[in-house]
């Protein structure tokens, strides 16, 4: 039996702390969030303990209960936790973006290798059946040889505790912060990137707006175009490959199996919003969780490693220097993943 | 009236004819084409003459001629049109290079004719909504734009350079710049573009995506790849999404469809909205009636349009990107 530790009881930690809840093989011991009653409330539902904090937790529980450190902090406190975690020789699993700098993700790695624990990042697209699905049938020959590709994701702009997505210099922005899953399924559906290009809004304008436009062109030759939008209303995502001889779309808004609209009568309620919902069992998120746990059990390679957060966080940062300056960014294959 | 056609090399001839046929008042007085075969097939189906030379057809006393010719050819087409004094709509690309685009807009200018350049999508009955919404400020400002323009590989003469000026660049940036341009009233200002030859056998740039910085502060993308296979359900597309201060707009120019589901033929869609062609035609025809001194869509904005493909595939040749003062020079 795993015990696992979650911190942070927000968006994330609470899509994690249910997948552990009904998670086999796994026991979840505690959430630990500075908001007491995020943490309570959370802990609660899990039936787990909570706690505000993440020496609290260990102190209380006592280190040896502990196996995993299950990190759901706002990315900016993603380092200094994994390294507290490996620091105390637990297996880690950190949401993405792994951290908000390459040297910071790559001295993550290295730590985690060097205190011989594990780590794990949450970059959760390869888990979505939509996604596998596109990626099986492009392996084979569905669409012949792929050639122009679009992904896009977004929808409004994220709340997070104490407005921490709307500093770009935390978040990334969406470029960093949702842009870094169709980043990485891209890269693994067509290998390594050569050049970036990309266009956002960030210092164009002062509202709580962004919006991205991204081209990559791999080393195999595909183009792809990925939009981020934190511009929009209402989340979806879309995925589209033409090849040589077929096309694959899949737009999350279009093809969904239940959407419910609430007519606004009941106490509370809130008219006109179609809310759409796409059940699985388990879900992605817990698909991936189980993953990692399976592979802590059995030390197997995971199907997303930390090196390919590494590298999906290059990509990210490199859209964001072009954005910035304007030009396009080739990725030498000499920085690539091994040199800090 | 009297209208002529030159050339039915490009299939948008037909649409353009069948849309003159409609027109009241508006007489088809003949069509020239070097193939005489085509020529003569058209000509009989549109009930009007054929002439072999295109000089032949200008001396009729047209009013108006349409230019449907080889992209390599509208410069030629177009500058005879200007020196027997009849107006123009000619087909888009406005010509293969910016000095020829330059060189037809003077004669038009020069000899006092409407140069105006075949750009239907402005005429889409959803399109001109869209930009009503923007003119009425309903998006705010605007910040920035996502647009597309896929279809198949029309082969032909459109995959020989040496005719077309290239593939799927120059076939299918120039009618969502033109719209982008429209929307913001703005010009592009720098290019950046990946181009490649992916998907058709025959050696043409097939794969495009551009990227667009506009002067006042707006940027863009459009895909005008050829990537639309046999069996997708339509042609390819038109879509423009407009991310605006207070709020966005998508659109999908031709998503006025049935889906059709044949045994045969497998799924299509089936378009049911206004025909923008008759539109554009009717658009021209009324520019000549009114004497305008200016066509609604000029032979600038073809020009345009055509330096941002042009910019294009500049900027993938040095892998990086590309002023269009530098294209424009
Ligand atoms: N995989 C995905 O699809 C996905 C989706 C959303 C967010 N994320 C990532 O997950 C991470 C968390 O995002 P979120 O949306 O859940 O954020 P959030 O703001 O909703 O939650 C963060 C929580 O951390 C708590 N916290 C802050 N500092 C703390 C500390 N020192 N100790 C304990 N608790 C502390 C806050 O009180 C808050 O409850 C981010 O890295 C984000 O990028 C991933």
């Known amino acids: 039996m795993l015990h696992v530790l979650v911190i942070g009881a927000g968006t994330m930690g609470s899509v994690h702390a249910e997948a552990y809840k009904n998670m086999p093989g796994v026991k979840l011991v505690g959430i630990a969030d500075l908001q007491a009653d995020k943490a309570a409330l959370l802990a609660a539902h899990c039936e787990c303990r909570a706690f505000t904090s993440y020496d609290q937790a260990l102190g209380q529980l006592g280190s040896e209960h502990i196996d995993v450190i299950d990190i759901c902090l706002p990315t900016p406190l993603h380092k200094s936790y994994v390294l507290r975690a490996a620091d105390d020789g637990k297996d880690v699993i950190c949401e993405k973006p792994l951290a908000g700098s390459l040297a910071d993700a790559r001295l993550m790695i290295d730590y985690c290798k060097q205190k011989g624990v594990r780590l794990f990042v949450g970059q959760v697209l390869r888990f979505f059946p939509e996604y596998q699905n596109a990626k099986a049938l492009l392996d084979r020959g569905a669409i012949g040889s792929p050639a122009v590709i679009r992904a896009a994701r977004g929808g409004s702009y994220p709340v997070g505790w104490n407005d921490w997505y709307s500093d770009t210099s935390a978040s990334g922005g969406v470029i960093v912060d949702a842009l870094i899953h169709d980043f990485d399924y891209l890269r693994w559906c067509f290998g390594e990137v050569e050049r970036v290009f990309a266009k956002s809004l960030h210092g164009r304008v002062q509202a709580q707006l962004d919006y991205a436009l991204v081209t990559l062109r791999f080393q195999s030759g595909v183009i792809a175009h990925i939009e981020g939008t934190w511009a929009h209303e209402g989340f979806f995502m879309q995925l589209e490959m033409a090849g040589t001889s077929g096309v694959i779309d899949y737009d999350s808004s279009k093809d969904t199996p239940l959407i419910m609209r609430d007519r606004g009568q009941r106490p509370g309620s809130r008219a006109g919003v179609p809310v759409p919902e796409s059940p699985l069992e388990p879900s992605p998120y817990a698909r991936e969780l189980a993953h990692f746990v399976s592979c802590i059990q059995d030390g197997s390679e995971p199907l997303v490693t930390a090196e390919d957060a590494w590298e999906a966080l290059r990509i990210s940062l490199a859209a964001l220097e072009s954005a910035r300056t304007g030009r396009p960014v080739t990725l030498n294959d000499a920085a690539r993943s091994t040199s800090g | ?329």
């Open chain 2, 1 to 329: 009236m009297k209208i002529g056609i030159i050339s039915f090399a490009h299939m948008h001839a037909a649409g353009y004819a069948s849309a003159l046929m409609q027109i009241e008042g508006v007489e088809l007085v003949g069509i020239a084409d070097p193939v005489a075969e085509r020529g003569q097939k058209y000509a009989a189906q549109f009930g009007t003459s054929y002439f072999q030379s295109y000089e032949d057809l200008l001396a009729q006393g047209l009013d108006g001629v349409v230019v449907t010719s080889e992209n390599a050819y509208h410069k030629e087409h177009v500058l005879a049109a200007a020196k027997a004094g009849v107006h123009v709509l000619c087909e888009k690309p406005l010509s293969t290079n910016v000095k020829d685009a330059q060189a037809m807009i003077e004669a038009c200018r020069a000899h006092g004719v409407l140069l105006q350049t075949a750009f239907p999508v402005r005429f889409n009955s959803s399109v001109r909504r869209a930009k009503q919404l923007v003119d009425e400020g309903k998006l705010g400002r605007i910040l920035a734009m996502k647009g597309t323009n896929r279809g198949r590989n029309p082969g032909g003469w459109f995959v020989e350079p040496s005719l077309s000026g290239g593939g799927a660049v120059i076939d299918h940036t120039v009618h969502v710049a033109d719209i982008m341009r429209w929307m913001t009233g703005a010009e592009v200002k720098e290019v950046y573009a990946e181009v490649d030859h992916l998907i058709a056998e025959t050696p043409i740039d097939d794969c495009g995506m551009l990227s667009l910085e506009f002067d006042n502060g707006v940027f863009a993308t459009l895909d005008c790849s050829w990537s639309r296979n046999k069996t997708y359900p339509v042609w390819g597309d038109v879509t423009l999404e407009i991310i605006g201060s207070a709020g966005t707009l998508t659109l999908n120019a031709i998503n006025q469809k049935l889906n059709v589901y044949r045994d045969e033929q497998g799924y299509s869609h089936h378009f049911w909205g206004d025909d923008m062609d008759l539109a554009l035609v009717r658009d021209f025809v009324s520019s000549i009636a009114s004497g305008a001194s200016e066509a609604s869509v000029t032979g600038e904005d073809g020009l345009q349009a055509l330096a941002v493909a042009v910019a294009a595939y500049r900027s993938d040749e040095r892998k990086d990107t590309v002023s269009m003062t530098d294209v424009l020079a």
